[in-house]
Structure formats: structure tokens, C-alpha cells
């Protein structure tokens, strides 16, 4: 994509190249996102934290400070993340569509205006 001065042009070569990168990096972060969430899962228990004084109270603190809760406030933004490339690619799609729409309409030449 580049803006000559006149408007924006748009390489769907370039936008295809880049979105699959954005995929590729999405699908990555959502992987390790949801391995990462799974072990934290699996260490949330009175094992790790200890059945004594200090491990109850530990436990209590992470929980009411929203430890456990703070392990989903990713979510959103991982699932932001995996709808970027695609919805690059709408807009992108959209706008060459109109474009040719538009292009389709004009009825003069117009190479050299």
C-alpha cells in the first residue's frame, strides 16, 4: 500500500504477504496464550500456595488482588489479535471491490487527466 499523492494504492500482493505474517504471528500468540493459561490453571491450588498460614493467606491475596481473573483479561486482546489479519483483508477486499465498482461507472477516458 502507498499514497502517491493522488490516493492510495494498494498491492494485494503485499497485503496478502503481510496479513499471512499476521496470521502466522496470531496463531502463535493464541497457542502459547492458551499453554501458558493451562499451567497457570494447573498451579492455582493449594499445593502450590501451601496448606499452612502463609500459603492460605497468599492464596487469598493473589485471588482477591484478581490473579485468577487477570489470567483471562488477555483474551480479548489475543482474539483481537487473531481477527486482524482477516479483517485487514476484508477491508482491503471491500475497498478493491469498490473500486472497480466505481471504475466500471465512469464512461470517459480518463489516462492522462
Known amino acids: 500500500m502507498s499514497n502517491a499523492g493522488d490516493g492510495v494504492q494498494i498491492d494485494p500482493q503485499q497485503v496478502s504477504n503481510a496479513t ?3 496470521d502466522a504471528t496470531a496463531a502463535t500468540l ?3 496464550w492458551t499453554t501458558r493459561l493451562a499451567a497457570i ?3 492455582s491450588n493449594d499445593a502450590t500456595w501451601g496448606t499452612d498460614e502463609a500459603g492460605r493467606k497468599f492464596s487469598g491475596q493473589y485471588a ?3 490473579g485468577l481473573e487477570m489470567q483471562s483479561a488477555g483474551d ?3 482474539a483481537d489479535v487473531v481477527a486482524f489479519g482477516p479483517d485487514v483483508r ?3 477486499e471491500a475497498s478493491l471491490a469498490a473500486d472497480e465498482v466505481q471504475a466500471r461507472l465512469v464512461d470517459v477516458p480518463v489516462e492522462g487527466l
Do not use: I, K, N
Request: proline fraction near 6%; charge should be negative.
Open 20 to 22: 499471512a505474517q499476521m
Open 41 to 43: 490453571a494447573v498451579l
Open 76 to 78: 480479548p486482546v489475543v
Open 30 to 32: 493464541s497457542s502459547e
Open 64 to 66: 482477591d488482588a484478581g
Open 90 to 92: 476484508t477491508a482491503v
